[in-house]
């Protein structure tokens, strides 16, 4: 029996150095866009480089308890894969999703305990190295199955939804999710691990790469599903009269950006005195959700349009609307010159800045 350097070791130890650039790159990019769902990227990452890392020194030392950290690390790579596929397209995590990877973790950790679930035995070409088997063999399997058809699901609905200036990097997080999720399944299931030691892991690398790399650099991604914001409107709340418009959608332009001013002033004004239960904080419709934020000190309602609400764009749209307040507190007067509001632009995308654009 072989202890030390083998194909499958070396192949293994260079697939979990290829993980660690997406680790770098999930923090770099937390840090730059402080967006939640780079956190759980970037956890997926982690536990996917102590996986392959550890299944590589199982291999040097052909080590049991070395190679039961590698099986226990499925657990953790399991939950942050549910709760990125659940942040990227929804407001809450699913608790079915939850309910499964918790079962599979259970039975995963149950059945690490059996001694009959690791074998040391050989490669066709002779090397020494240490096998699952028994219970823990298809529980693993169902493991990686699960996370990796979440990851495929979500990430090719992303890529469908996508607009054209966010499609490369979509495609690309599609296909890294396709190779780690499938290719190196079916690598292992036709025994082409057993031709060439290791590229199964090598395979699961360059996948795990490929999408951490792809949807760190365009964040944006992550938005893409939860809701679709349409525009922005900034309206006199005395008046009625449109103060500033920005629309994130070619096709969403605005009609009659008087009438719109003058309808959401009604509705604000009537709802306010024939019930008298406070300003109107949302209006839902078929197709579109109208959250509003109205100012107690300044006569203006900020309204924004998208096809869902949620706690990101409430939050988001009360950051705009307060620093508007500072910035542009001093030009609304009696009289409204829209011309000293044209560089709200610059605040709309710094306040929305994780919102797609569509042609």
Known sequence: MFVGWKMHTIITFIASGLVIPGIIFAIYFYFKYKYRPIIFLGLSCFFSFLMIFSYAFADFFLSVPILMIFCYSYVPMGFSVVLLVDIISRESFDPIKIMVISLLSGALMIACLDPNSFAVDTYPNGEWTIFFSGKLLPILAVHELVMGSLMIYYFAKIHINA????????????????????????AVILGLHLAVPGIHMALFGVGILITAISF???????????????????????????????????????????????????INQFVQESLGKGIVSEIHLEEAILILRKSEKHPIICV??????????????????????????????????????????????????????YD
């Open 304 to 357: 924004l349009v998208a096809n869902k609400s949620s706690k990101t764009l409430r939050d988001a749209l009360n950051s705009f609307t307060e620093r508007f307040l500072k910035d542009y507190s001093q030009f609304l007067t009696e009289t409204i010159d829209e011309e000293k509001f044209k560089t709200t632009s610059n605040l709309v995308l710094d306040c929305f800045p994780f919102v797609p654009e």
């Open 216 to 266: 760190a650099k365009q964040p944006k991604l992550a938005y893409i599903l939860p809701f679709k914001v349409l525009r922005l409107a900034i309206i006199e709340s005395v008046g009625g009269i449109p103060i500033y418009s920005y629309t994130w959608s070619e096709k969403e332009e605005m009609s009659d950006a008087s009438l719109f001013s003058g309808m959401m002033h009604a």
């Open 163 to 186: 607009p054209k200036k966010l499609q490369f990097n979509s495609f690309m997080c599609l296909v890294g999710t396709i190779i780690f999720g499938v290719v190196t399944t079916v």
